[in-house]
Structures are given as C-alpha cells and as structure tokens.
C-alpha cells in the first residue's frame, strides 16, 4: 500500500515514529510543507532557523537519493497542500507525528478533515516526546503542575514498565522509488519562499546533531556543575537539534543512560522539564497568551520603552547582560544560566512585562520552541506552574562574579569593558569605562520597586 509521510518539526530519517509506521505499511513518500502562514510571521527575511530547516532538508534529500528516493517539498496552506499531493499520490494513508502546540493541532484537525472527505486516513503518533499528557498522571487521573513529583512519577514509570529505550525502526528500502525534479537541492527554497539564505553558528541535520551528541557524551559527567558558566563549552548544544527533530528524544535519552553520574542525572532532569511543558501547554492551550496563575495578569508593569529597547540591545550598563543579549543578537543563542538571569532582570529589575521578552526571544532564538520558551519566562516571572516565588530576584551583579568570575564572557561581547580587571568588569566604575552606558536603573532600588508591584499578587 502507497502511504505518505509528513515530516514537520522531526527532520531525520531515523529513530522516527511516523516514518517506521509509514515504511511498515509499504511504498512511501515524505513530503515537506512550508506554510506561509508560519514564514509571513516571521519579520526579519534573514531567519536563521529557515535556513537551519533547509540545511537539514537537503541532507535528508542526499540520503534519500542515495536510496534512489527523493523529498517532495510543497508551499502552501497543509490544510490544501497534503491532501492535494495525498490525492495526487493515490495514497490511502498519511503519517505524521503529533504537535502540541495550539495553533499546531488546529492544523491538524483540518487537515485530518480534509483527508477523511477524500477517504484518506490521517495517523498521528507521539514522538517529539518521551511521555505524553495521559501517560504521566496523578493518583487522581490529573495532570501534575509541580515538577519535582511529575519528575518523579516520570522516572518510576520508566523503571516500572519501560526500563529500556527502543528506537523506531526506518525501513528505508520501502522509499517510493523516483527523482524529484523540484527537490531541495535543484531548487533556491529560499528566494522561492522570501528569505535569504543565513548561516547559523549551527548548522541543520541529523549528522552534526549526533556529532555532537557524541562530543557531549564525552564531558557529560561534568554537566550538573559546567552548565552554568558561558565562558567554557559545558552544555550540549542540542536545543536546536531536538527542536526540529534532527534527533530523537529517544537518542537523548539513551545517551543520558548510558553512563549515571551526577551529570547524566541532571541533563536527564533536563529532558523531562521539557516534556513537562510540552505537557503543560497541550493541556493548558490558554497559556500561549495569559499566565497560568491568572493573578499574575493583574499586575501592572511600570517598566517602559527605553528599559524595553535597552535590555533587546545590550545597552542596560548590567555587564552579565548587556554581553548576554548581544551573544543573542548576533547568534540567536542563548546560554541557559544566561536565559533565566536576564528573563528575571527584565521583569524584576526593569519591570518590563515579560510577555515583551518571551516575543522576543520567540522572534530570535535559533531553538524557539514555543512550551519551552513560555514556561522559561513564566518560570522566571512567577506567573507560571511552579514557578521561582515572586520575591526571588535574581542580582546581576552577583551572577556575574560568580559565573564569570574573570569576566571571560563579558570581554568577549563587551569589548569596551575588555580592558578592566577581573574585579572592576562586574560593576564598572564609568570613569574607567567611558565607553559604556551607565545603568538605566538602580538595582538596589528596582528590587524594592519589584517586590511593591508583585505585592498586588500577595494582597489579593
């Protein structure tokens, strides 16, 4: 039977819970859609990550060619465009794996819908997860809004009843057999769709992404500690990779097994924050556009323009994260210590809604992924499921001295501070520094002002 496969945010061809079920049913076509109703939401035409999703395109298209196979890629409305090619095809079944986002299921059902008026059939597997909603509940059939027990019902779930973590198999000899004269490769999808080719520091597809899967292994003993320094190569790289699935949960999952230290256990910890927002988001839709604890949206934040604009271009005169938004800006990346101090340095120190954060970083970040990047910023400012406590706020300037102690990170993005001492660099003196903007605000008196603005929360 002829079956098509629609491949979204998992551009691999291995450890793949579509694709197996696809190549298990016989002949089969993977197709890929750009929707403009994603790509017109994208402002800047130079997007790294659209580049980083071709990247990834045209190396699943070199080792389909190898197979005698070959990518459809399609531009349109999915809710047309799959049913179309499925029709066009003669398929009597169409793959893909399961989105949580809102906007993503929406999708879905109409083009589940769609395909049932042609008498195809739509199947949705999980995948981009370890765990799904229903499968990690509490005693009373709930969803858990507290990590530390979701984390370890998680973990006795595994060890009662998977114990082992088994990949999905590719079948690639069942490849429709043909060569796309419009694939990836003898096309430029980015004029045809509006971009402009943009490299990021990383670049897509599934072999980097087990390079450096592999490279990570190596150091990952050390990870609990080493991840909250920017200065030295302590993190995994792989947000990106796992983002639009160049890898599988399952790989990183496995790797996190493999060797159980202290390390292994906190990245593993890791992976399940992300399946617990993933989970959070799919269950709590609303969360795409109000805080989960709906006091919080009564706040009234008396940060303004200038904070706002300071904070996107380095400009605050705060050393940690002046270096740490401009990394962002010329790299879309953002290390994770990093995230969380100028997330609580937005909200708490500038007062600034951390809605206006949480857009930009969605507008910037090469690895966005809309659960993970809503319940970062509602984890950072209090709103959100078992989020830090209001009056924790983070102080820049000791989160500098005492993740960059020498200043390493802040030399390499603020050059204009590159010549102070190690001391100096945190808190520069302007006399020194000339070159460098004094402090839009008084951390000292901002906290006070936060703790006054969050105390509407505490009083009702």
């Known amino acids: 039977m002829n079956s098509l496969c629609w491949v979204r945010r998992d551009l691999r061809l291995h450890d793949h819970a579509a694709l197996s079920a696809a190549l298990d049913e016989g002949e089969t076509t993977i197709v890929f859609n750009f929707d403009p109703a994603i790509l017109d939401a994208l402002k800047n035409k130079q997007d790294r990550r659209v580049t980083f999703i071709v990247e990834s395109l045209e190396e699943m298209e070199k080792e389909l060619q190898k197979k005698g196979s070959s990518l459809l890629i399609s531009y349109g409305d999915p809710a047309n465009e799959i049913p179309r090619i499925a029709r066009e095809l003669g398929v009597k079944k169409v793959f893909a794996n399961r989105d949580y986002e809102p906007k993503a299921k929406k999708r879905d059902e109409f083009v589940e819908k769609r395909l049932e008026d042609d008498k195809i059939e739509f199947h949705q597997f ?16 709930s969803i858990y809004k507290v990590f530390t027990p979701y984390k370890n019902a998680w973990i006795h779930r595994f060890e009662n009843e998977d114990k082992t973590v088994s990949d999905f198999a590719c079948a690639l000899k069942n490849l429709r057999q043909f060569k796309n004269k419009e694939n990836v490769l003898s096309s430029d999808w980015h004029e045809k769709i509006g971009f402009i080719r943009t490299p990021a520091l990383l670049t897509g597809g599934t072999s980097l992404a087990i390079k450096r899967l592999k490279h990570f292994e190596d150091f990952m003993s050390g990870y609990k500690e080493q991840r909250n320094y920017p200065a030295i190569d302590g993190t995994s790289l792989l947000s990106v990779y796992i983002r639009f699935g160049n890898i599988s949960i399952r790989d990183m999952v496995r790797a996190a097994l493999m060797d159980k230290n ?7 910890s890791e992976l399940i924050w992300r399946d617990f927002y993933q989970m959070l988001l799919d269950a709590h839709p609303e969360l795409e556009h109000r805080a989960f604890k709906p006091l919080y949206d009564k706040i009234k934040w008396i940060g303004g323009k200038e904070e706002f604009r300071a904070w996107c271009e380095g400009e605050t005169g705060f050393p940690l994260v002046d270096a740490a938004m401009r990394c962002f800006n010329a790299t879309g990346m953002m290390h994770n210590r990093l995230r969380m101090v100028v997330a609580s340095f937005l909200c708490k120190i500038l007062l600034v809604d951390w809605r206006l954060g949480e857009k930009y970083f969605a507008e910037n970040l090469l690895d966005f992924d809309l659960a993970a990047n809503n319940g970062g910023w509602q984890w950072s400012s209090s709103s959100g499921c078992d989020a830090q406590p209001y009056f924790r706020i983070f102080n820049p300037y000791n989160q500098s001295e005492k993740f960059d102690a020498d200043g390493e990170f802040i030399r390499q993005w603020c050059p204009e501070l590159a010549h102070l001492t190690s001391k100096q660099i945190h808190r520069p003196d302007m006399k020194l520094a000339p070159d460098y903007p004094a402090p839009i605000v008084s951390y000292e008196r901002n906290r006070e002002r936060a703790l006054l603005m969050y105390a509407v929360v505490k009083a009702r």
């Open 126 to 141: 999980k995948d981009s997860v370890f765990y799904e909603k229903h499968e990690v509940l509490k005693g009373d059939g």
């Open 262 to 268: 202290e390390g292994s256990a906190t990245w593993l």
